[in-house]
């Protein structure tokens, strides 16, 4: 029996993962998790990879640092684009469950 997964398509699939220091938020870092060679990834298996990175992979590669919340990632998304930040819309005050 093999133990390989079926292949979905011609593609490999990669999540940048956003964090912040857990002492000077002014230091924030992304890190790029692979997800795999040809397997489309679902809600919940990027959720799983990221819980695996954050207990795992994390505190190795990564000391001192944290997942961003919702309204960090915002800030971070506002300082990438535009240079600073701005009031926090309602949509990135907490994250939203997954799609089931």
């Not at 997800?35 to 990564?62: C, H, L, N, W």
């Not at 535009?82 to 997954?98: D, E, K, M, N, S």
Request: hydrophobic share 35%.
């Amino acid at each position: 029996m093999s133990s390989l997964s079926p292949v979905h398509g011609p593609a490999q699939f990669d999540i940048v993962v956003h964090l912040i220091h857990t002492e000077d938020d002014d230091k924030r870092a992304e890190v790029t998790i692979g997800m795999g060679v040809g397997k489309y990834p679902t809600q919940q298996d990027i959720a799983d990879r990221i819980a695996k990175f954050e207990a795992e992979e994390m505190p190795k590669v990564s000391p001192g640092y944290r997942l961003q919340t919702a309204p960090e990632l915002f800030d971070t998304i506002c300082l990438e684009k535009a240079g600073g930040t701005f009031t926090t819309p309602a949509v990135f005050r907490q994250w939203a469950p997954l799609d089931r």
